[in-house]
């Protein structure tokens, strides 16, 4: 184990991280004519989420992610209905998980670990994606931004999760692709580990993550050893 | 005039809305080896300083522009000092105002509006861009959220923003290129106006600006008339 007590509960986000997102991308690509458009597009629902919840409001992560969309259509001259960009995202609830990550948690379970998801997805979408992927029975429980009404790396969310598996945030280890994840559930108090999945980087201005992990069978490694 | 009662107070976003970001894009595309990747780098940039606004920190806009732009060159391979990072941010300090700018802003400000810039930009970035641009003289205040240390479109910006005018939020304009600044500003009560400039939309989950204008000088046509 690295710096820090061996954490109780381990949180994990799922889409990315335990979620190969390859047919959502391909989806939106296509409807933005350019191959590797969805990038630009994830990352702009990421921003408009925090938008949303910086102005003291909530909409659901599909919600926030068809208006964003749309708006990102509409700059190479294709207009969307809502309908068309609802469907465009419908992939995102069919996703099956990288192919590290149903070994991984089994080992990490059998390692005593508690664990539960943690995602900026609904509470009905998180659920239909978990149970899609094969994932559902790893979880104690499956928590949502949605809960909260404010988006992750709020500081909030991840002092309501520690509150909600009743621990304090110490002794949660938040396991992500994202390096804004890792940066605002350390910043919040809790272990970290940076998944290096293709495509996220490590954000200079964060704290250091507590662990750095190839994938999960990785951080299995460094967790259960 | 449209809806709601003349604003006292004009309040300009200065990046994209007043100044013509194409030389700070060429600068960035050329770092990441592919023409339009400073799109992908801008809304990251925006998308990480709510990152630290929602964890409660606050790093300056260059700087989180230097840590993005880091990541998505690792992301293609290419390996940045923050040096040159910062150095590929240089041309930010010295770009020139839209065409539409300059005359506008003198008619406005001959129409008895009194005028400030609010920017994500640190205080003395501002004051060096609006310098060199020659726009200085156009504004009464020159606000930065480096005062409030968080970033639009956090709420506590515009009311700060608005204390600092001595009148209330819906004596105010928000006039901006970006629809996340816009819907910022309405959700904190203020009046707004859409500027459209390439490659910007509005958002669907946002209150509708008090006005859209092509440019400044169709806005000072609404606003002036």
Chains 1, 2 share one sequence.
Not at 85 to 112: C, F, I, N, T, W
């Amino acid at each position: 184990m690295p710096q820090g007590s061996r954490p109780v509960v381990l949180l994990f986000d799922v889409n990315e991280t335990l979620l190969d997102l390859a047919p959502l991308e391909e989806s939106i690509d296509e409807v933005l004519l350019e191959n590797g458009a969805s990038r630009l597009w994830f990352t702009t629902l990421l921003q408009y989420s925090l938008v949303l919840t910086v102005g003291g409001k909530y909409e659901s992560f599909v919600d926030v992610g068809a208006a964003t969309l749309m708006m990102l259509a509409r700059n190479r001259e294709v207009v969307l209905s809502p309908e068309q960009a609802r469907q465009a995202l419908e992939p995102m609830l069919k996703l099956a998980p990288h192919h590290d990550v149903l070994d991984a948690l089994a080992r990490l379970k059998r390692a005593g670990f508690r664990m539960a998801s943690l995602s900026n997805s609904s509470i009905d979408a998180c659920k239909s994606q978990l149970e899609h992927a094969g994932l559902a029975s790893m979880f104690e429980r499956q928590l949502s931004v949605e809960s909260v009404a404010k988006y992750k790396p709020h500081c909030e969310v991840y002092q309501w999760a520690a509150r909600e598996m009743k621990v304090s945030e110490q002794d949660c280890m938040l396991v992500a692709a994202h390096a804004w994840d890792v940066a605002g559930a350390a910043w919040a108090g809790m272990q970290t580990a940076f998944i290096e999945r293709k495509g996220n980087q490590p954000f200079s201005l964060a704290l250091p993550p507590s662990v750095c992990a190839s994938d999960l069978h990785n951080l299995a490694d460094q967790l259960a050893a």
